[in-house]
């Protein structure tokens, strides 16, 4: 029998009501002939609750007891579950990621999935059962330690579990009904994709849109797992949502698939560094051993064997990346004339695979954002994506703009 992956969110199992959805929901795809493996997260606001128990029981916390504590909201989502779909008649079990065993990495709090074996899962569908329930975000390390995948690690469980069964489709269940051309907060114009190629999903899942963890899509991409997002909250047929799938499943797209955004990011600019070689390294070492995340780089031309560098990063990562480069300096690593940081500034992207066979996609975008007096103050490219840095409060008419100038409100 064929086997369908099915993740369900915190939101679609918020209560005993919505649980007991998510059930009838799982007992129509059983009843179309499919062998079901659900992942399911913890009620929503559950898991920060639980990080909030651990940060007031222990600010210095062993990363092994957190990992324990906060895994636990998933566990109660599943038997929960489990036991509504046997009430309904369906026969259904409940797993944790120790007893499949979702094997990881040891990493406490940002665990890897090194294997899943699926002999457990082939033996009982054999036997007769139906569905098996999944505590999604968690696994078992080499040494029997319960592990956590991060947030938003669900969504990498239910892939993982559609790659390794070779599911027929795994159905991410969510709030919203797919993944729309950019946040219908921002712009009422903003269209829900019919389907959208992985590469322009990975991208803009790392440029701020928060319909897929990144590290769910760069695995859907890898094993070629074809990926639905859709509703909890609606009924809808076969062919609803948004499919995210391989560039050759799609006749054709426009260039510009989609808009990204991320509101609140910085930018800082180390003034006069020594132009010298080893000095990105003397730079960006420290910062990566801080935990800071740093996006966007661009170095100017040196004159007089000087030159400055400017990076983005979160804004709530500002103190911690200017601790770490001067204590850089201080170990005489690298030295600068100044530091600035400007911790009022947003990100804006456009993102199409279109972009490799089309020119112009630069020059209309900054166009448009000429028209609205929008200063650009960093710039980078890949080969799908153009990345803008502007000042904050014009983040949303950015936005707009590049939704309108790119018509993504067309099919």
Known sequence: MPRLVMKFGGTSVANLDRIRRVAKRVGV?????????????????????LVGWVNETSPLFDAREYDAVVSSGENVTAGLLALILQENGVDARSWQGWQVPV??????????????????????????????????????????????????????????????????RCDIYTDVDGVYTTDPRITSKARKLDRIAFEEMLELASLGAKVLQTRSVELAMRYKVRLRVLSSF??????????????????ESNVVAGVAFVRDEAKMTLISVADRPGVSAAIFGPLAEAGVNVDMIVQNIA????????????VDQVARAEKAVREAMAREEINFHDLIADTDVSKVSVVGIGMRSHAGVAARMFGALSAEGI?????????????????????????????DVFGLEKA
């Open 29 to 49: 795809e059983v009843a179309k002939g499919y062998e079901v493996i659900v992942v399911v997260s913890a009620m929503s606001g559950k898991t920060n609750e």
């Open 103 to 168: 094997k990881t990495s040891s990493a406490h709090s940002t665990a890897r999935i090194m294997d899943i074996p699926t002999a457990n899962f082939d033996a009982k569908f054999a036997e007769g059962m139906k569905v098996a329930v999944v505590a999604g975000f968690q696994g078992v390390s080499a040494e029997g330690r319960i592990t956590t995948l991060g947030r938003g690690g669900s969504d990498t469980t239910a892939v993982a579990f559609a790659a390794a069964h070779q599911a027929e």
């Open 234 to 251: 609606e009924d809808m047929g076969d062919d609803a949502g948004t499919l995210v799938c391989a560039e050759e499943d799609i006749m």
């Open 303 to 314: 004159e007089d064997g000087r030159t400055d560098m400017t990076f983005s990063l979160p």
């Open 375 to 403: 200063n650009i103050k960093v710039i980078t490219t890949s080969e799908i994506k153009i990345s803008v840095l502007i000042d904050r409060k014009y983040m949303e008419l950015a936005v707009q703009a590049l939704h």
